[in-house]
């Protein structure tokens, strides 16, 4: 049995991975801490092999220090915040990935090949209107991959948030006469938990920490 506490347990993602990590015959749902449930993450750490962290961009790195300085393992879904701090923390692993779902992970993948077959492109990434950071970080990561795989500059990318979004994103490439639109659409939040599971089983075992991004658990 894995132990697993979430961080972030009252929030819109947390509250799915609580029901998740309840649902999964290997692991044992430890602790939920949260400020809008009056329980700290330092509470919950003692019984936890595992955190998962679904907070805000402004907490979440203080949490995984936290986490590893304990010994207990984290897999990060939080974006729109600075990694590099995270490159000299020893003592557990960190696993982060921007987008927690395989049709996400797929889109990236296919928008980093046609990248290097196409002469330019642009991302739409579309959202709630409660998400705190723009661009998203898997239209940062997707532009990312974009780049690299094609030794082109990253392509622009474009923010709308709306109430009645939860998380998509578009990639647009055009050259002569043709464009190329990738979509991928998380219409639920169930989308993500099958590959928050993923990282919660592999998290002891990365090849090297931090490890970015779920292709690498794939
Ligand atoms: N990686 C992915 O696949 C993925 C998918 C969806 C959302 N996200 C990201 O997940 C994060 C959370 O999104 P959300 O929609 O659930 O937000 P939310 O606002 O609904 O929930 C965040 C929760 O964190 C709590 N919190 C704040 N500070 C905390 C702390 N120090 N310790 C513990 N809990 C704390 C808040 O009280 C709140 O309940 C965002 O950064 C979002 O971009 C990632």
Same mark, same amino acid.
């Given at each position: ?8 347990? !009252?929030?819109? $993602?947390?509250?799915?991975?609580? !029901? ?5 015959? #290997?692991?044992? &749902? ?6 809008? &449930?009056? @329980? @700290? ?20 790195? +203080? ?6 300085? !304990? ?33 996400? %992970?797929? $889109? $990236? ?9 196409? !002469? ?7 959202? *709630? ?9 898997? +239209? ?5 991959? $974009? ?10 990318? *474009?923010? %709308?948030?709306? /109430?009645?979004?939860? +998380?998509?994103?578009? %990639?647009?490439?055009? #050259? &002569? ?19 928050? =599971? ?7 075992? =990365? /090849?090297?920490?931090? =490890?970015?991004?779920?292709? *690498?658990?794939?």
């Amino acid at each position: 049995m894995i132990r697993v506490a979430v961080a972030g347990a !009252a929030g819109k $993602m947390g509250a799915t991975v609580c !029901a998740a990590v309840e649902g999964a015959d #290997d692991m044992q &749902l430890t602790g939920r801490a949260d400020p809008a &449930l009056g @329980t @700290t993450l330092a509470q919950v750490l003692p019984d936890a092999d595992v955190v998962v962290d679904f907070t805000r961009p402004d907490t979440a790195l +203080a949490n995984a220090l936290q986490c590893v300085e !304990a010994g207990v393992h984290v897999v990060i879904g939080t974006t729109g915040f600075e990694l590099e701090p995270l490159r000299d923390a020893r003592g557990a692993n960190v696993f982060v990935a921007p987008n927690f779902a395989i049709g996400a %992970v797929l $889109m $990236m993948k296919f928008a980093a090949e046609a990248a290097r077959h196409m !002469a330019k492109a642009e991302v739409i990434e579309l959202h *709630h209107d409660q998400k705190l950071d723009a661009p998203s970080g898997t +239209a940062k990561r997707t532009a990312e991959l $974009m780049a690299e795989a094609s030794g082109k500059p990253e392509p622009p990318i *474009h923010s %709308v948030r709306l /109430p009645g979004l939860v +998380a998509h994103q578009e %990639v647009i490439l055009g #050259d &002569l006469g043709q464009t190329l639109t990738i979509r991928h659409d998380s219409i639920d939040r169930a989308s993500f938990m099958p590959g928050v =599971l993923l990282a919660v089983r592999k998290v002891a075992d =990365l /090849p090297s920490s931090p =490890l970015v991004g779920l292709e *690498h658990l794939l």
